[in-house]
């Protein structure tokens, strides 16, 4: 991910426009790091603006549950891509990275540095490297397929799709529905597509990417206040009013961490402590899987580093040359 072709990353003499990134798990600090490093291009004499890279941080409807900066956070500098999408309407992973590209080379265009922030790296692969060119899948077979238990699915796609199956967990009801209706609609497994992308920005740009690596017990710790803290500052209302418009269950925004938790003890399934209690481990393997994910997949040239340690005038050094 992040293509390391030359010019190199970041590397001094790189005449592509430049684009930050600041990547790391949910409660990591990466919105307030963005907004100091907007304000130091700032200083340089250039404009900078801020683009969301975070699946739930999309939609209108999880102003609280997806923690999206407030107005005084965002200290006056532009974001993008924020609270964009109503909650009805989802937002694949190419619909973010067709406006995400659009933005860029708009604000390239205005002489503005953009800044990527956010914890979905499927977005940022995505977007860097681009997507297989997967044709559209026919919509009757989606429904039906979408409709089946993942015991059914799971039967059906070791039989149409052995490869696929072989690789997929067994519990794996996300991949196993899109590998089954992939081989459904097109006639052909889909491996057949990988290694294919298309459209991917990485190469037209000089990438200054820093993820942020915190220690496990100190990001925990900041998961558990945050689902508290979201409780006080209105996710109980977003809740309420997501189920009053009975959207469908399966869309993303019904699925966002917390959703399911705070449902559960609106509906006096489970008492506020055991919400409290279940929303936080929810939310830590949810920052434990992106923990994972950002130490090992992005290229070993991304810097990685904990918070405390960051010092944007020299990690950013090469981005901030006036």
């Known amino acids: 991910m992040g293509t390391n072709n030359p010019p190199e990353s970041g590397a001094q003499n790189d005449t592509r426009p430049p684009l930050a990134l600041i ?6 600090g990466k919105s307030d790091l963005a907004v100091r490093l907007a ?40 974001h993008y891509l924020f609270g ?20 860029i080379t708009e604000l390239h ?13 499927l977005y940022m ?3 860097l490297d681009g997507i297989s060119p997967i044709p559209p899948i026919d919509p009757e077979i989606r429904t039906k397929v979408r409709g ?23 519990a ?53 206040l945050r689902f508290e803290q979201m409780l006080e500052q209105g996710a109980i209302d977003e809740v309420k009013a997501l ?13 966002a961490i917390g959703m399911r938790e705070i449902l559960a003890w609106l509906e006096e399934e489970v008492s506020q402590r055991e919400c409290i209690q279940s929303g936080q481990q929810a939310t830590r393997q949810y920052a434990k899987r992106q923990y994972t994910w950002f130490r090992n997949q992005p290229p070993e040239n991304w810097l990685r580093k904990e918070l405390q340690n960051i010092v944007i005038e020299t990690d950013f050094e090469l981005l901030l040359r006036k």
């Open 23 to 28: 990547a790391g798990p949910t409660a990591s």
């Open 39 to 78: 304000e130091a291009v700032i200083e340089t004499g250039r404009a900078a603006a801020i683009i969301n890279c975070d699946s739930a941080q999309v939609y209108a409807d999880l102003r609280v549950l997806s923690a999206r900066p407030s107005n005084d956070e965002m200290r006056g500098v532009p």
């Open 84 to 103: 964009e999408w109503d909650g009805a309407t989802p937002c694949s992973t190419a619909d973010w990275a067709k406006a995400a590209k659009a933005k």
């Open 109 to 121: 265009e205005a002489g503005s540095v953009p800044i990527l922030v956010g914890g979905t790296g």
């Open 125 to 127: 692969r995505t977007l």
């Open 148 to 170: 089946m238990t993942q015991e059914a699915a799971r039967a059906a796609l070791e039989e149409e799709d052995p490869e696929a199956a072989g690789r997929l967990a067994a």
């Open 172 to 224: 794996d009801s996300a991949r196993t529905q899109r590998a089954l209706e992939v081989v459904r609609s097109t006639g052909k497994p889909i491996t057949s597509f990988h290694g294919k992308s298309t459209g991917g920005i990485g190469n037209q740009v000089a990438l200054h990417p820093l993820v942020i690596v915190p220690d496990r017990t100190e990001l925990y710790a900041r998961c558990d």
């Open 243 to 255: 189920a009053q418009r009975k959207l469908d269950p399966d869309l993303p925004v019904m699925r």
